[in-house]
């Protein structure tokens, strides 16, 4: 930790001579504040700027209002109303009480809330800043809850736009997806770190970087290569890449590690940069002997795109793996696929679906003769840092590790703003864990989770009530009535909304385009599953479907995203285009290629890359397109984890791997 915070504060001090570069920003309060996060969210979705982590700074919103106010003015005025308290020498920037009558059996995790729990009567939290140059900002905050209370958003923060230096206990949220964060985010307690980044894109292609080490709490369970038990706090560290080279549409690359604690630190910073760059030999051969080895490791790839006009969305995703693929580097392995849609208005209301489906062993790491273990698994006070389902199973016991399954969780969130002013939200989240599996210790049952929400501005507060129950997988209930009081607001008022809805002028620019495709696919599938001779399925054809949207970012470029459907052997292949660009010629031909991710609907679910290009005659008839595609689904992985799979033997790998190639032809409609 004090070699990291050295090199870091070099580089910031460093930086010392940029007389024009702008002073650091505060941060806006992550998952405690859900009323102003609505109204946040949806200004950056109207102001094209697409978030790909959290907390989002103040700066960013501000950045975002000229543009949101030209289709919403009334929600800008609301929000720049709620920015004034960042913009002096001092102030509060947020406070919010709550209180709470609960009753249930279940004492789960709430998703989400820094580790508070269903049976917890109360929350309080805040957070205060004082801000002597526009260089230097001391945030001085916490949140607390029955048996907890951790200085969330503490923190001394120095520095420039484009090189800020966060030092103390900040949130870190790797994920556009806003219910899910597969690598970091607020379901634990957060972590004291030291964090560079930069709030304002760099470049004509928009960079932004943020690099964090952080602090996991005390563990007696950290597992040496030799298989004893030693006590400590073992790091987490983190590189994240991401660009926006075009307005609306953001790309971004996450890795994290894990390593260290007790007789298993003793790593250097050139054994930590060799498991980034190498993460294959970090868990085949090592960067070194004894207790100089890397722990677990974690990578994601992120995109969010938006599409403006009189019903504006959002889709994002998150391909994720917790491993290499079987030794490749370039590949991730034990993936997870997350994908989410965000309509900031359709009139008064607002809504969010978001999809999870992950494969097994994720959060769980014992030792390995190259890596070192965690038998407390990927936690900070016995909470999982990544996403909530990992809490959400069998945990860890003194003799045990957690259950490794995998599973599926999806999340609705439908908001409205009623014509007598105020917030009234409903979420419901379903999750499903695998059962019948090698991971799975637990006859699980599927997880439901509501709430119900309302709130409404008084005197410069935010008033209202939420009703939470669930059950969990166990089979336990729980039930929350709960009372909250919240500085600042940024709602609507009764008397705003004889104008609010006809206020709203989004228009979809000239070029952008909505379309569904349906075809033909003729395929082939080859198939390894590491115990019998590879061997490849004989071609044959199946149907094929597509919903997407595109932007034009130039004369000749669009860029967009689409989810697709295929029938391949009987089994669904779902494909999710994260990346689709097309390059229309002079004449009625287009060119596209693109890249994202699959998930084919085995025995239990197969994940991987997908990459492909095609050919398109645009307007054969008015609005009508034909195409054709290659499509190429890279090694999907599936672990063999049903009693009936064949097994491996010796060092055979545990996974099969399904590759699937396919030339499509179609026909889209656009809109």
Not at 6 to 11: C, K, P, R
Not at 447 to 474: N, Q
Request: charged share 15%; net charge neutral; proline share 6%.
């Amino acid at each position: 930790m004090k070699k990291t915070a050295l090199l870091l504060a070099i580089s910031v001090i460093g930086s010392q001579g940029v007389a024009h570069a702008l002073g650091v920003t505060p941060y806006l309060p992550l998952n405690l504040d859900p009323d102003v996060e609505a109204q946040v969210e949806r200004v950056l979705i109207l102001g094209d700027e697409p978030v790909m982590t959290r907390p989002i700074p103040a700066a960013l919103v501000l950045q975002a209002l000229p543009k949101a106010c030209k289709a919403d003015r009334p929600l800008c005025d609301r929000v720049r109303h709620y920015l004034r308290r960042y913009m002096h020498g001092n102030g509060v920037e947020f406070t919010s009480v709550s209180l709470a009558a609960t009753s249930g059996s279940s004492n789960i995790v709430l998703p989400n809330q820094h580790g508070e729990k269903a049976q917890s009567p109360y929350q309080v939290a805040g957070a205060a800043y004082i801000q002597p140059n526009s260089y230097m900002l001391l945030n001085v905050g916490g949140v607390a809850y029955q048996g907890r209370a951790t200085p969330t958003g503490t923190m001394l923060s120095l520095g420039f736009d484009w090189a800020q230096l966060d030092i103390g206990w900040r949130d870190h949220w790797w994920s556009p997806m806003t219910d899910s964060s597969m690598l970091i985010s607020t379901e634990a307690p957060t972590m004291p770190s030291i964090t560079l980044s930069n709030y304002l894109p760099l470049t004509r292609l928009g960079l932004q970087y943020e690099i964090f080490v952080a602090r996991m709490s005390e563990s007696s369970r950290i597992q040496l290569t030799n298989g004893s038990l030693t006590r400590g706090y073992p790091k987490m560290g983190g590189i994240r890449l991401g660009i926006e080279p075009v307005s609306g549409w953001a790309l971004s690359f996450q890795r994290v590690l894990f390593w260290g604690g007790g007789a298993a630190g003793g790593q250097s910073l050139s054994n930590i940069f060799q498991a980034f760059v190498n993460p294959s030999k970090a868990q085949t051969t090592g960067f070194g002997a004894g207790s100089k080895v890397i722990g677990k490791q974690e990578a994601s790839v992120t995109s969010r795109f938006i599409f403006p006009g009189r019903v504006p969305f959002s889709v994002y995703f998150e391909y994720a793996g917790n491993d290499t693929l079987a030794g490749h580097t370039p590949l991730i392995g034990k993936p997870s696929i997350s994908a989410g849609i965000d309509f900031p208005r359709i009139g008064p209301f607002s809504l969010t679906y978001e999809i999870d489906s992950w494969a097994p062993t994720w959060y769980v790491h014992p030792a390995t003769p190259v890596q070192t273990g965690y038998l407390d698994g990927l936690t900070n006070y016995g909470d999982t840092i990544g996403n909530w389902f990992g809490d959400q199973r069998v945990l860890a016991t003194a003799n045990s590790l957690a259950d490794q399954v995998g599973g599926q969780s999806n999340m609705l969130r439908i908001g409205w703003e009623p014509s007598f002013g105020g917030l009234m939200q409903l979420q419901l989240r379903a999750l499903t864990n695998e059962n019948g599996t090698l991971f799975n210790t637990y006859s699980y049952k599927n997880e439901y989770m509501e709430s119900l929400s309302y709130s409404y501005p008084w005197k410069g507060y935010a008033v209202g009530a939420e009703l939470d129950a669930g059950r969990d997988v166990f089979g336990g209930n729980y039930f929350r009535l709960e009372g909250y009081l919240r500085d600042g607001d940024a709602l609507l008022r009764g008397n705003e909304n004889d104008s609010e809805t006809a206020a709203f002028a989004g228009e979809r620019p000239k070029g952008d385009e909505l379309y569904v495709s349906a075809g033909a696919d003729y395929y082939n599938t080859f198939i390894d599953q590491h115990v019998i001779t590879p061997y490849s399925t004989k071609s044959t054809v199946g149907p094929y479907f597509a919903v997407g949207a595109r932007r034009r970012v130039s004369t000749h470029q669009d860029l967009g995203v689409a989810l697709e459907a295929d029938d391949i052997s009987g089994r669904t292949l779902l494909s999710v285009r994260m990346l689709d660009y097309r390059y229309r010629t002079d004449w009625p031909l287009a060119f596209n290629t693109f890249f994202g991710a699959s998930r084919y609907a085995q025995a239990t679910p197969a994940y991987g890359f997908y990459v492909g290009a095609g050919l398109q005659w645009r307007h054969v008839l008015p609005g009508w397109d034909v195409g054709l595609d290659y499509r190429s689904v890279l090694d999907a992985q599936r672990m063999r984890d049903l009693p009936t799979d064949p097994q491996p033997l010796g060092t055979l790998k545990p996974d099969a791997l399904y590759s699937i190639n396919t030339w499509t032809l179609y026909i889209s409609r656009n809109f």
